[in-house]
């Protein structure tokens, strides 16, 4: 962050910014395997939307300033709902349609005080893993226990393995919705997380006043706990935006709609990421995966076709030829958790092979370039291994 950009806007570095592409590619790979479609919306709204959706009588404080555009006051958006529920409003739907899960990563702003700022834990500006599913009520139950196995899925496959639910139930005033909506809503919930054998507790009345929700948080490496997701029922917008499908009986019906953020933000999940690995990721997340290293001058000639070898296989790699000893720089790869040293010497590329160092294991072998790669890739199996589970 800097000040001239502004107080919580965060500004990625290329290293940051490839562990993000990495998180986005896979994101958006297992959301189209998973039954999802990808939207995109802009980043401001006019007004008329803002006061559809109630955001200006009840979220207005929490907005950044309006701008003013032909006339009109526009918005910087604080959320992208609205915009997906425009999207389903473009067409007639029937129940065959139903269910849409539809997801987004989009960039929300919201308005926190100074003192609350805190790193990318806390921020003004940020990309939610957002996604809204809009279904009959009769699809609730499943739809639930689809997008909590989803959840917990993904979550594991980053390396987060104990989760604990909160469901958060129906506040004692002011809320919207009849008492069977809130009724059904709180039981699809509390059977989703037994089905999955989540743990969970339950917080009374803590829900919005739109609709009950689950919170998923998880504890880090160091024990401490983090709210990332987010399942959340909303009574408020389909009435609000009079959303309608057709049912069976040719008649209109109202339909139920989900709010889900998965890892929450890409900021603040990153930070939780950085604090949960110490930095040290595990080599699919890794920003450099391998860094090639030169005892002398002799092998920058092997050490430029072997990193381009590399990256043609998709391997993250840099190479380090600066006019120092190889100690030093295996030091400062060990500072900055890269996951494997290459060092190449005369020997080296005299039999074309190379000498690996494993960050994890501290071991150190003398492997064929193939292998190398090989290993690497095996990585990926992994990871989707876990997936699978």
């Known amino acids: ?96 349609d139903l269910p849409l899960r539809w997801a987004e990563l989009g960039t929300v702003y919201r308005y926190e005080k100074s003192g609350v700022l805190h790193g990318l834990l806390r921020v003004r500006g940020f ?3 957002d996604a809204h599913i809009i279904c009959a009520q009769e699809q609730i139950d499943d739809e639930i226990v689809e997008v909590l196995r989803f959840s917990l899925k993904l979550l594991r496959a980053f390396g987060f393995e104990d989760i604990k639910a909160y469901i958060a139930t129906k506040p004692a005033k002011d809320c919207v919705g009849d008492e069977a909506s809130w009724d059904k809503a709180t039981k699809a919930l509390k059977k989703a997380v037994d089905k999955e054998h989540v743990d969970y507790s339950v917080d009374e009345g803590g829900g919005s006043f739109y609709g009950p929700k689950i919170d998923l948080k998880v504890k880090d490496a160091l024990g401490r706990e983090w709210q990332l997701t987010t399942i959340q029922f909303d009574f408020n917008l389909s009435e609000r935006f009079n959303m309608t499908y057709t049912d069976s009986e040719g008649k209109d019906k109202r339909p139920f709609m989900v709010h889900r953020a998965l890892l929450g933000s890409l900021e603040r999940f990153f930070g939780v990421l950085i604090e949960h690995y110490a930095g040290a990721f595990p080599v699919w997340l890794a920003p450099v995966q391998a860094r090639l290293l030169s005892v002398t001058d002799r092998s920058d000639d092997f050490i430029n076709v072997l990193e381009k070898k590399l990256k043609d296989n998709d391997i993250r790699v840099e190479s380090d030829i600066r006019n120092e000893s190889v100690g030093k720089k295996i030091r400062e790869g060990r500072l900055q958790r ?52």
């Open 1 to 96: 962050t800097s000040d001239e950009v502004g107080p919580g806007l965060i500004s990625w570095h290329p290293k940051g910014a490839r562990i993000r592409y990495v998180i986005e590619n896979f994101w958006k790979k297992e959301h189209y395997k998973n039954g999802y479609e990808l939207v995109n919306t802009p980043h401001i709204g006019r007004a008329l939307l803002w006061q559809t959706s109630g955001h200006l009588d009840f979220y207005a404080e929490n907005m950044y300033s309006p701008m003013e555009i032909d006339k009109s006051d526009y918005y910087a958006k604080p959320m992208n709902c609205p915009f997906h529920i425009m999207i389903y409003k473009t067409a007639k739907h029937s129940y065959r």
């Open 127 to 129: 990309t939610q893993d």
């Open 338 to 389: 890269i996951p494997y040293l290459v060092v190449i010497g005369d020997a080296e590329v005299q039999n074309n092979n190379i000498t690996v160092r494993n960050r994890d294991t501290q071991e150190q072998k003398t492997l064929t370039v193939e292998d190398f790669i090989s290993i690497l890739k095996k990585e990926d199996e992994i990871r989707s291994l876990k997936l699978s589970i």
